[in-house]
């Protein structure tokens, strides 16, 4: 049984953003246009020390969000400040490729993005330099997989979009291409 299916933001990539950059930016070769090579979600949770259920209900919440289960962070080292031993469950990471990449990042600019309180698009100073970008989200109930009712806690995350664009330009053009809103006084 093959599956034909094509996410939405993979055809618009291949169907319009690509040539608009080659005509952009002048590459030779289709396979020297920046694509999206992988998104990373990570969740930071120092009260798992002290709550179990906190990590419980994380991992079931970054489920529900990226389709995929996530890989349990651990202390590398001991800090007695925050309580914290070598080896306790600190957080949570995803990394999402392929398809289930280009479905959590439709919903993520499409969806979620937009049901954020306040939203007046996300900032354009958050590259490295190196083409990747970073997204902070403040509260994880946004996406609308994640049921209100059954939330003990509204938590954050990072969103880290790795691209294989070399500069920032390049990169911030692709992702503008790809529906990302980003705020007009970055610009």
């Not at 995803?94 to 954020?116: C, K």
């Amino acid at each position: 049984m093959t599956n034909n299916f094509i996410p939405r933001m993979k055809k618009v990539y291949f169907e319009e953003a690509q040539k608009l950059l080659i005509d952009d930016f002048g590459y030779v070769n289709d396979l020297a246009v920046p694509k999206i090579q992988k998104i990373s979600i990570n969740m930071g949770l120092g009260e798992a020390v002290t709550n179990n259920k906190a990590m419980e209900s994380s991992i079931i919440d970054i489920t529900k969000i990226s389709g995929q289960k996530p890989m349990i962070t651990r202390a590398k080292k001991a800090i007695s400040n925050f309580k914290i031993r070598q080896g306790n469950a600190i957080g949570l990471m995803v990394t999402l490729r392929g398809d289930r990449m280009w479905n959590f990042y439709d919903r993520l600019v499409n969806i979620a993005l937009p049901r954020t309180r306040d939203f007046r698009g996300v900032s354009s100073n958050s590259f490295d330099g190196h083409g990747n970008y970073s997204l902070g989200i403040r509260e994880h109930i946004i996406f609308p997989d994640i049921d209100i009712q059954h939330v003990d806690r509204v938590r954050g995350f990072q969103v880290n979009i790795i691209t294989s664009a070399k500069t920032d330009e390049e990169s911030k053009k692709l992702l503008e291409l790809l529906n990302m809103p980003f705020d007009r006084k970055g610009s």
